[in-house]
């Protein structure tokens, strides 16, 4: 009943900008943080950058500078603009909610589809 639709990426040279959309909707109460996560081929999936309800923010150190969360509470979405993008940002860049389905429910984890990014050297 809850879903998370990610959007916004695509191919582009290096140094080039994207920015991603993720809009959560379903049956939600409140949400406690979103995040985007990404995986290359054959290695492991990494946090990107979250951001609390509240508007506190992490980043991994290898996209600091570079990339900015941020959300739109009222609509249940976040964004990832990501500048001076690099090679080695080519990945699946996956959107993750952690919220409460209904007031008494436990928070539980939420994962979006996915979204491709392509940076070209």
């Known amino acids: 009943q809850v879903q998370l639709v990610a959007s916004g990426g695509g191919l582009v040279q290096a140094g080039g900008s994207l920015r991603l959309s993720c809009a959560a909707s379903?049956?939600?109460?409140?949400?406690?943080?979103m995040g985007w996560h990404r995986q290359a081929p054959g290695k492991q999936r990494e946090l990107v950058a979250g951001?609390?309800?509240?508007?506190?923010?992490n980043y991994a150190d290898s996209v600091k500078g570079r990339f900015t969360i941020s959300r739109d509470n009222a609509k249940n979405t976040i964004y990832l603009q990501m500048n001076s993008l690099k090679p080695e940002d080519t990945a699946v860049y996956y959107c993750?909610?952690?919220?409460?389905?209904?007031?008494?429910?436990?928070?539980?984890?939420?994962w979006g589809q996915g979204t491709q990014v392509t940076v070209s050297s």
């Open positions: 993750a909610a952690l919220l409460f389905p209904t007031s008494t429910d436990r928070p539980r984890n939420y």
């Open positions: 379903g049956s939600i109460f409140r949400v406690n943080s």
């Open positions: 951001i609390t309800s509240v508007g506190s923010t």
